[in-house]
Nanobody, 124 residues
Framework: QVQLAESGGGLVQAGASLRLSCAASGRTFSRLIMAWFRQAPGKEREFVAAISWAGLVTYYADSVKGRFTISRDNVKNTVYLQMNSLQPEDTAVYYC?????????????????WGQGTQVTVSS
């Protein structure tokens, strides 16, 4: 089992930055594919970013490419999502997810473990 705990959400104005953190426990973190998803009100949950075991491979949704950066610290068992130039359409609950298989995936169906989510609200 893997336990995931997100933090760092909040209310910001458009153009601001936030950094989300997700602390993992319960399994060898360095062997987990990690990802961020988000769900806006009234919408389905969508992929945001994912990162490979060693952090050498990253994938991003087109909507966040160039603004968001995913990274990980395998000593601290933590994955981060640096979000810059936030826009109102980025408002959502952001979820951390972990996949114990190999290969970076963008489909939420591939992820075995999920955090409770952290709210990000961007005002215009």
């Amino acid at each position: 089992q893997v336990q995931l705990a997100e933090s760092g959400g909040g209310l910001v104005q458009a153009g601001a930055s936030l950094r989300l953190s997700c602390a993992a426990s319960g399994r060898t973190f360095s062997r987990l594919i990690m990802a961020w998803f988000r769900q806006a009100p009234g919408k389905e949950r969508e992929f945001v970013a994912a990162i490979s075991w060693a952090g050498l491979v990253t994938y991003y949704a087109d909507s966040v490419k160039g603004r968001f950066t995913i990274s990980r610290d395998n000593v601290k068992n933590t994955v981060y999502l640096q979000m810059n130039s936030l826009q109102p359409e980025d408002t959502a609950v952001y979820y951390c997810a972990a996949d114990s298989s190999t290969g970076v995936q963008t489909s939420e169906a591939k992820y075995d473990y999920w955090g409770q989510g952290t709210q990000v609200t961007v005002s215009s």
